[in-house]
């Protein structure tokens, strides 16, 4: 097939063009023999036979006596029969039946007498609790078909059958090779500029969870010889081989060049997002995948592209996909030219599964780690309105969707620490929290997605959080308004204010980099009300419109030097040591509707609320108070 630079190819087409083409170039599993007892879990290479009879004796299958049948016949309750010293012998279960016996009668169901003789009541049957030989497996019997995995019964039939070691399909050794002037192994302290090499552990624990085996060579920089040199050398050590980064077309992107050169590249661009870029090919019968450098669009091809190679070798079917019906909280829009796989976090809302979108760039590892869920939008689809009834692959399973609770708000570091004792207090208790501001919380409540929504949005014109945005949007009431924590909310700036920042006005001084949060957040409203209380032209402040969504992403741009300046909590401070500029303290209170409010994760999530342990984690973050948290606040 004709190399076409960056095609984009449907991700079927190229999935099977990419397995035909490897199988017509001889890839294909290798086999190895190895001891029974180490082989749980392996795939039989070919179909197992016993070597022997299990049991390969006449066995005694109870305690008892053995003895000949014809000796107890016309035993009765009434008319009883006394078996002398020589004609039975005492057995355990499992001992061999002694010459001359074919039956063994229960200890249970004998008398012993005083001279040696014992009485029966009943006469014993021809071969009663006895064990034949081959009762379990006959020798020459297949024991295990090919290509099955071996389960610990069956390694206790192989062994009872004499079968002491197994051919198996041994498990393909994939070859991870990490690429790039700026990758470093991982440490704590990495300077600006490097970035941590983590997708070799990423990648390795995928396909070691799928039953291959990993090695992840040394970082290679990005020059062509030394990257060919590592790629002929993972060819030659393993099965398969990941190509690291360099998939793309930048000016230091030498997979493609590599590959082409060491043997044939199949496809230069998948319609997939993310993971376009990814390079199917091959050296001999060898694959090489190459893989972006973004930690979400490796995952994503190594699951779609290697997977099914890995799959293939150990002749294991694919796994199921369990999907589920959801009701998608915000729009998803999607690009007609690909096939796109969106992260959701999910929880079910009264009988509705409710899945939250989360951050979709290629670099946000994080968004898999929190995903329930994988949305898959077609290639030619738009992609889907808030509201709409969405098949979504479960990464998580029902069961513990049935027991989270969804909040979805205002963010605020103490939603973690909630949802951790949650989950420490009831282990099937679960907390899945989406950060859309507050205005966004109480448009999901009022949808009905919602257990929870973080709310602290101020009334400007008498002072009070929260009590007339619940009138507005909830006349009819419906919802309860939950006290959680007061908080302080100020300027986070660099460590030692090197711009001496001092009150908030100073955002709008020459040479002062913003930083915002999102429109519709309480802190948005907040801030928004005091350029208005100070007169500032919010125009003229640099960076206004640079939005981020949540309090610590806000601290981590001034932390990176790329800002000066954000509105947050002084909690998001302390974490990144920050210097902090009090501005005044708010309430972040909690909304839950009437129809959650006797849920059991909605009642041990107030429980916890009002917990001791709460406040005391609460107040060692810094920057908050708490008066009665878990209180009911009368709404009028």
């Known amino acids: 097939m004709s190399f076409e630079y960056l095609t984009n190819i449907p991700l079927d087409k190229a999935r099977a063009d990419y397995l035909n083409l490897l199988r017509e170039n001889g890839f294909a599993a290798a086999t190895e023999v190895i001891p029974v007892w180490d082989a749980c879990g392996r795939v039989t290479a070919h179909a197992v036979y016993a070597h022997i009879c299990a049991p390969h004796y006449a066995a005694s ?4 006596v053995a003895v000949s049948a014809k000796d107890t016949f016309g035993a009765t309750e009434t008319t009883p029969v006394t078996l002398r010293a020589d004609q ?46 081959g009762e379990d497996i006959c020798a020459g019997e297949m024991i295990l078909p090919s290509h099955v995995s071996v389960s610990p019964s069956a390694i206790g039939a192989m062994i009872a059958g004499g079968v002491l070691e197994v051919e198996v399909i041994r498990r393909p050794v994939v070859g991870i090779i990490p690429t790039g002037d700026e990758i470093i192994p991982p440490c704590t302290d990495p300077k600006p500029g490097d970035i941590l090499e983590f997708n070799g552990s990423i990648f390795s624990a995928m396909v070691r969870q799928w039953g291959a085996e990993a090695r992840v060579y040394p970082i290679v920089p990005d020059k062509f010889d030394e990257i060919k040199n590592m790629v002929a050398k993972a060819a030659a050590e393993c099965d398969m081989v990941i190509l690291n980064a360099g998939s793309s077309a930048g000016r230091e992107d030498y997979s493609v060049k590599v590959i082409r050169e060491l043997g044939e590249v199949l496809y230069h661009g998948i319609a997939m997002k993310p993971g376009k870029p990814a390079i199917l090919g091959r050296q001999g019968a060898i694959p090489i995948l190459g893989v972006p ?22 002749k294991a079917p694919a796994a199921p996909r369990q999907y589920a019906k959801a009701i998608l909280t915000r729009p998803v829009v999607s690009g007609l030219k690909y096939q796109e796989f969106v992260r959701v976090r999910m929880g079910y809302v ?31 689809l738009e992609g889907y ?34 949802g951790d004792m949650l989950h420490v207090a009831d282990s099937e208790l679960f907390m899945s929290s989406s950060h859309v501001g507050s205005m966004g919380g109480i448009m999901a409540i009022r949808r009905g997605e919602a257990h929870a929504a973080g709310c602290h949005l101020l009334n400007t014109e008498n002072g009070v959080y929260n009590i007339s945005f619940i009138k507005k949007y909830f006349p009819k009431g419906g919802v309860k308004l939950i006290r959680c924590v007061g908080r302080q909310q100020g ?26 949060r999102q429109k519709g957040s309480g802190t948005r409203v907040l801030t928004d009300y005091l350029c208005k209380q100070e007169n500032l032209d919010t125009a003229a402040i640099y960076g206004y419109d640079r939005e981020e969504l949540t309090h610590t992403s806000v601290a981590a741009q001034i932390v990176s030097g790329s800002a000066d300046a954000g509105m947050g909590i002084y909690s998001a401070a302390k974490l990144y040591d920050l210097d902090f500029i009090p501005i005044c303290i708010e309430e972040y209170d909690l909304i839950v509707p009437d129809h959650a409010w006797d849920t059991p994760q909605v009642q041990q999530l107030i429980s916890t609320l009002k917990s001791d342990e709460f406040k005391e984690k609460i107040l060692t973050m810094g920057g908050y108070t708490v008066e009665n948290p878990g209180e009911v606040i009368a709404v009028e």
């Not at 299958?61 to 008892?64: L, T």
């Not at 450098?293 to 150990?314: A, F, M, R």
């Not at 660099?494 to 930083?515: E, M």
């Open 61 to 64: 299958a109870m305690d008892g």
């Open 491 to 516: 300027l986070m700036v660099a460590k030692g204010n090197p711009l001496n920042i001092r009150k908030f006005a100073d955002i709008a001084n020459p040479g002062i980099r913003y930083v915002n």
């Open 385 to 418: 309105e808030a509201g709409a009834e969405v098949d979504v692959r479960l990464l998580s399973p029902a069961e513990k969707l049935k027991n989270t609770v969804v909040v979805i708000g205002s963010h605020d570091p103490l939603l973690d620490e909630l």
């Open 350 to 380: 009264g009988d509705r599964l409710m899945a939250s979108p989360l951050s979709r760039g290629s670099g946000v590892v994080s968004s898999f780690m929190k995903a329930d869920g994988i949305l898959e939008v077609p290639q030619g």
């Open 293 to 314: 450098g973004y930690p979400v669009s490796g995952i994503i091809v190594v699951e779609q592209l290697l997977k099914p190679l890995i799959d293939h070798w150990l």
């Open 88 to 133: 039975y012998t005492v057995l355990d279960t499992g001992d061999p039946i002694p010459e001359g016996c074919d039956a063994v009668i229960m200890v249970e169901d004998i008398v012993k007498n005083g001279d040696g003789t014992v009485t029966i009541h009943a006469a014993a049957a021809p071969w009663q609790h006895i064990r034949q030989i």
